[in-house]
């Protein structure tokens, strides 16, 4: 979870300017991605891993976030990929209330 596809959320904001083929393409994709979020947030708070109780809202809400990066990322800015994974993966945890034992599991 905390990969950021850069090229996918790029994607998402030209779409209008893609072909039939290539913006049913990547809508598969989309949605592959939206439900794999889903399944993680779900599991995660069936096994008291996260505290969530709005899980679907809390889903897309880490979904946004990550599709919003595309908008400001600069390659030559003050952050690297990894860092902005990092600050990101952090906020995703936050959001959805993972727990002490979550976060310890999740750095072995």
Do not use: C
């Not at 599709?67 to 400001?72: A, K, L, Y």
Request: aromatic content about 6%; hydrophobic content about 40%.
């Amino acid at each position: 979870m905390r990969e950021i596809d850069i090229r996918a959320a790029a994607r998402n904001q030209e779409l209008r300017q893609v072909s039939p083929v290539l913006r049913q393409r990547h809508a598969g994709r989309r949605k592959v991605i939206e439900w794999l979020v889903d399944k993680i947030v779900e599991h995660g708070a069936a096994e008291w891993l996260f505290d969530v109780e709005l899980r679907k809202e809390s889903a897309r809400a880490v979904l946004g976030m990550g599709q919003s990066i595309v908008r400001w990322y600069q390659p030559n800015g003050m952050l690297t990929p990894q860092q902005i994974a990092d600050r990101y993966g952090e906020i995703a945890l936050q959001t959805v209330a993972a727990t002490e034992h979550s976060q310890t599991a999740g750095a072995t």
